[in-house]
């Protein structure tokens, strides 16, 4: 089924070249169906690459997706221009008076800070709590499943000795839950980060349910109790090329950055990544999207929260 978008986000002609089907506000009028609402809290500096991974994957679930791009006010992009900001999202007090089937809120270049150092944490403090009573199920990625856990749970998180980067193998630890249902007992998804949390303390939380977790990589997958918040500490939204791009980067300025693990071919950097994560993402996704918003959420979305 099709994902409505803005007719201009550039995110819209990529998609169209890999035959995802795209529909426009106007066809999407005369569709005799309620679309899920699901917002995009974007925080990654590269905006207008993180929205085509997000979007590529919400359009291959067989639910009709409505999505709204989601920005933070109290922080200046240097990444994406302010023309595209102010033509394709909106702020948080555009939507707050809004309610949403489903939320994701994206990772973000800032975990070596202190959570309440980050410019934008009072702002996203506020989205976090608004959530509870205007957004039925949210997904966490990366940064964002640390500061959700964080805020919602008290679960800290630690500096790790150096860059966790790579495609990492997990192990599924409750197969039946619906959120992984039909992936492998092992496997893949990429990791891109300085900090991590630690399986003790989640494990140690009733309110918390532990899903997936990786030898080397640590924990990955986790609910709460009402199914209405998952955290996924990894980026199974990852294109072939993003992490050979944030390697070349992190090299460029000088950083000591190791190959990303697993990741290029005999880890030669010359060499094209191998994509072995996608069918996994694309099912975690549909997963959540299924279960914990379509088949969870109210059709009337007025009484969510009441």
Known sequence: MPIRIDEMLPARSILEMENIFVMSRERAM???????????????????????????????????????LLQVVSHVSKNTSAEHLLT????????????FDGMIITGAPVEQLPFE????????????????????????????????????????????ERKLSGIYSHRLLDA?????????DEYLAPHSRYTTVLRQEVEANPAL??????????????????????????HSEYDRETLAREY????????????PYHYFPEDDPLRTPKLCW????????SNW???????RTPFDLAVLGR
């Open 289 to 295: 999207l299924n279960f914990f918003v379509y088949q």
């Open 88 to 99: 394709f999202y909106r702020c948080f007090e555009e939507v707050r008076g809004e309610k």
């Open 209 to 234: 349910h532990l899903l997936g977790v990786s030898a080397l990589a640590g924990v990955h997958l986790v609910c709460d109790s009402s199914n209405r918040n998952v955290f996924a500490t990894g």
């Open 176 to 184: 039946g839950h619906p959120l992984v249902r039909g992936l492998d």
């Open 278 to 285: 996608r069918s996994a993402a694309s099912l975690l996704f």
């Open 30 to 68: 005369h569709q005799d169906i309620r679309p899920l609402r699901i917002l995009i809290l974007n925080l990654m500096p590269t905006k207008i690459e993180t929205e085509t991974q997000l979007l590529r994957l919400l359009s291959y679930s067989p639910i009709q997706v409505d999505v709204e």
């Open 117 to 160: 150092r980050v410019d934008y944490w009072e702002e996203l403090c506020a989205i976090f709590e608004w959530s509870k009573t205007h957004v039925y199920s949210t997904f966490h990625i990366c940064w964002g499943a640390q500061a959700g856990l964080y805020y919602h749970h008290g679960i800290q998180k630690y500096p790790l």
């Open 248 to 259: 070349f980067r992190d090299i460029e300025r000088g950083l000591d950055s190791a190959v």
